[in-house]
C-alpha cells in the first residue's frame, strides 16, 4: 500500500467522521427541539388536567360549606352526638374520589369525619396548628400540601371557611392523596421518557411518578429553613433527603436518578407550587444509530463516485498532455486522438453523473421515512403481542427497501441511454403505491386525502411515475404544515385520448417570482432542506413519457400541478394515422 493512497484513506476517514459527527449534532438538535415542544404541549395539557381537579374540589368545598347539614352541625351540639354528619361527609368523600373529609370548630376540633368508622377517625383531633386551620379562618379558603399525622400519606388539603347566619363557625377540610395525580399522569399520554413533579416554595417534591423524588429536596434544604419547616410539622420526621438537581439551562436539567440530561418545562402551578416536566435525553440520542448508519452509506457511496470522476480527471490531465506533446504528428495520430476525444466526452459525462448523484439523498428520504414509521409501529405492536399486524409491517418494510434499492440503481442509469419500460398502467393503482411511501408524512401531518376520476390507464413507467408522485404529494404536505385545512386533491379527467391528472393542496400557493424558475435544477424554496432537483427529475420523467408537467396557483388557493399523460402508446396512434402527425 503507498503512502499516497495511506494518505487518502485516512482523509475519507476524517471526513466520514466529520460527516456523521455534524449529522449527529444536527438531528440531535433538532429531535430535542422537537420534542421539547411537545413536552411544553403535555405540560400545559397535565396542568389542565390539575387545575380542573382543583377548582372541582374547591366547588364541592364550596357547596359543602353552604350545606344546612353542615352549618347546623357546626352551630349545634346535638350534632356532634349523631353519625347523620359523618354519614354525610362519607357520601361526599366517596363521590368525590376525596381522602378524607372532615368539620372543624372555632377551636381546630374535628367534629364531624368521614372516616369516623375506623380505628383512626379524626373525630375530637385538634388540627389548629395546620395551616389550612389558622390561614382559612383569617380568610375564606385555602390549599395547603402536609403529610398525614396518622396515615403517613401525602395529600393536597382543600379548606373552607363555613359561616351561619354571617358569623363564622367553623372550617370544612377536603384531603386528596398526591398519589392520585401521580396514577392519573399515565392515563394523560405525555409520554413513557417523561416525568413530572409538583415542588412547593421551598423546592420540596410533593408528587412525582418518580418513587424516589417524593418528599425529597431539589439540591438541599439550609440548616435554617430544614428547621422552620420541621416546627411545621407539615412533613412529620421525614428526611426530606436532597436529589443532586443540576439545572444546565433554562430547559435542561440534570438529576443523579437517572444519570442524564433531561428535557424540562416548568409553569407555576398556583401561587405556592410548581409543576415540572421532564423527559430523557438518553432515548433521543439511541435513536440516531439508524440515521447515522444511512448518512454513513450516503457519504461512502458520495466518496466512491467523488474519486471515480477524480480518476477520470486524472485522465484528462494525462490527455492533454498527450495531446500537447503529440501536436507534431497529427497525421499519424489522428486516430488516437480521435479515440481520446471521445473518452473526454464520457468523461464530462461522468462527472455530471457525479454532480447529480448527490440527490440520490432527496430521491430515498421519503421511503426510508416510511421505514422508519413502519418500524416503530411493528415495535408497538410487537410489545402488545400482535404478530399479525407486525408481520405486515415487516412485508411493508420489505417491499420499501426493495424500492429504495431499486431507487439507488436508478443512479447507474444516468451513465447509459436506457428505454422507459412503458407500459399501459392502472392510475389508482400507481397513485396508491405513492400513497404508501408519504403516508406516514400525512399521517404525522393529519393531511386528508381527495382523489376522483382515477380508475383510468395511463401511458407510463409505473416505477418513475410512482417517484414523480410521490415528490409531488410530499412537496404539497410540507406546503400546508401550518394551515388549518390540511387536505390534498387528486382528480383526473379524460379529454381526446389524454388523462389531465391535477395535484391541488389547500396551502398559500407558489410564489409569483417562483413559478417561472421551480423546475430549474438547484432551484429550491426550502431553506435548508432539499437539493432542488425534485422537480426537475420529475419533469424530465414526465416529458419522457411524451407527457407535460406544468404548475400554477389554483384559483380557488393553494398550488396545483398538472400532469398531462397518454392513455396508450402514442407513437402506434401516428403510425396508424401518418397524415395527422406533424
Not at 409543576?275 to 435525553?281: G, I
Amino acid at each position: 500500500m503507498s503512502h499516497k493512497f495511506s494518505v487518502k484513506i485516512l482523509i475519507y476517514l476524517l471526513l466520514l467522521f466529520c460527516g456523521l459527527w455534524a449529522s449527529y449534532l444536527f438531528n440531535v438538535a433538532q429531535d430535542e427541539e422537537n420534542v421539547l415542544g411537545q413536552t411544553k404541549t403535555n405540560l400545559e395539557k397535565f396542568n389542565s388536567y390539575i387545575q380542573t381537579e382543583f377548582t372541582r374540589y374547591q366547588a364541592i368545598q364550596t357547596q359543602l360549606s353552604l350545606s344546612n347539614l353542615v352549618q347546623s352541625g357546626l352551630q349545634q351540639a346535638t350534632a356532634i352526638n349523631s353519625n347523620e354528619l359523618d354519614r354525610y361527609l362519607q357520601d361526599i368523600q366517596i363521590s368525590s374520589g376525596a381522602s378524607d373529609v372532615y368539620l372543624l370548630d372555632l377551636s381546630g376540633t374535628v367534629i364531624a369525619s368521614s372516616n369516623w368508622y375506623l380505628p383512626h377517625s379524626y373525630k375530637g383531633s385538634n388540627f389548629a396548628f395546620r395551616p389550612y386551620f389558622y390561614e382559612t379562618i383569617k380568610g375564606n379558603e385555602h390549599v395547603s400540601f402536609a403529610l398525614g399525622l396518622r396515615s403517613k400519606t401525602r395529600g393536597f388539603y382543600f379548606a373552607k371557611s363555613v359561616y351561619k347566619d354571617g358569623s363564622l363557625v367553623g372550617v370544612v377540610v377536603m384531603k386528596v392523596n398526591a398519589s392520585k395525580f401521580e396514577s392519573d399522569k399515565a392515563q394523560l399520554d405525555t409520554g413513557t421518557d417523561s416525568h413530572f413533579l409538583i415542588v412547593d416554595d421551598n423546592h420540596i417534591v410533593l408528587a412525582s411518578d418518580v418513587e424516589q423524588w417524593r418528599l425529597a429536596s431539589l439540591g438541599g434544604l439550609s440548616p435554617a429553613k430544614r428547621k422552620e419547616i420541621e416546627s411545621s410539622r407539615q412533613f412529620e420526621n421525614e428526611s426530606l433527603f436532597p436529589i443532586d438537581w443540576r439545572v444546565l439551562s433554562p430547559t435542561r436539567v440534570k438529576t443523579s436518578s437517572h444519570g442524564s440530561d433531561a428535557l424540562m418545562q416548568k409553569r407555576p402551578l398556583n401561587k405556592q407550587y410548581t409543576l415540572y416536566l421532564l423527559h430523557e435525553v438518553a432515548p433521543i440520542k439511541a435513536a440516531q444509530w439508524p440515521r447515522l448508519g444511512v448518512t454513513a452509506l450516503v457519504l461512502i457511496l458520495l466518496f466512491v463516485v467523488v474519486e471515480y470522476t477524480l480518476s477520470k480527471l486524472t485522465g484528462y490531465r494525462q490527455l492533454l498532455f498527450s495531446q500537447r506533446s503529440l501536436e507534431a504528428e497529427v497525421a499519424s495520430r489522428k486516430q488516437a486522438l480521435e479515440q481520446a476525444q471521445d473518452a473526454l466526452i464520457r468523461a464530462a459525462k461522468l462527472a455530471t453523473i457525479g454532480q447529480l448523484s448527490a440527490s440520490i439523498n432527496h430521491e430515498i428520504n421519503q421511503p426510508l421515512s416510511a421505514m422508519s414509521a413502519y418500524v416503530a409501529s411493528a415495535k408497538r405492536l410487537a410489545q402488545k403481542g400482535d404478530v399479525s399486524k407486525v408481520v405486515e409491517n415487516m412485508v411493508l418494510i420489505q417491499s420499501l427497501i426493495t424500492r429504495v434499492h431499486k431507487i439507488v440503481a436508478q443512479l447507474k442509469s444516468f451513465s447509459q441511454h436506457h428505454d422507459n419500460k412503458m407500459l399501459v398502467a392502472n392510475l389508482k393503482h400507481s397513485v396508491d403505491n405513492a400513497l404508501v411511501i408519504v403516508g406516514p408524512e400525512l399521517k404525522r401531518y393529519g393531511v386528508a386525502i381527495q382523489s376522483e376520476g382515477l380508475a383510468c390507464n395511463i401511458w407510463v413507467d409505473p416505477f418513475k411515475f410512482e417517484q414523480v408522485l410521490v415528490n409531488i404529494i410530499s412537496n404539497a404536505c410540507q406546503a400546508i404544515v401550518e394551515q388549518d385545512n390540511k387536505c390534498i386533491y387528486i382528480r383526473a379527467v379524460e379529454h381526446e385520448g389524454k388523462i389531465q391528472l391535477s395535484i391541488i393542496d389547500s396551502g398559500e400557493g407558489i410564489k409569483q417570482h417562483a413559478l417561472s424558475n421551480i423546475f430549474e435544477p438547484f432551484y429550491t424554496t426550502k431553506s435548508g432542506n432539499g437539493l432542488g432537483l425534485g422537480l426537475s427529475i420529475s419533469k424530465q420523467i414526465i416529458e419522457s413519457f411524451h407527457g407535460k408537467l406544468s404548475a400554477h396557483n389554483h384559483p380557488q388557493g393553494g398550488a396545483e400541478f398538472l400532469i398531462s399523460l397518454h392513455t396508450k402508446n402514442p407513437q402506434h396512434d401516428r403510425r396508424e394515422n401518418p397524415v395527422n402527425h406533424r
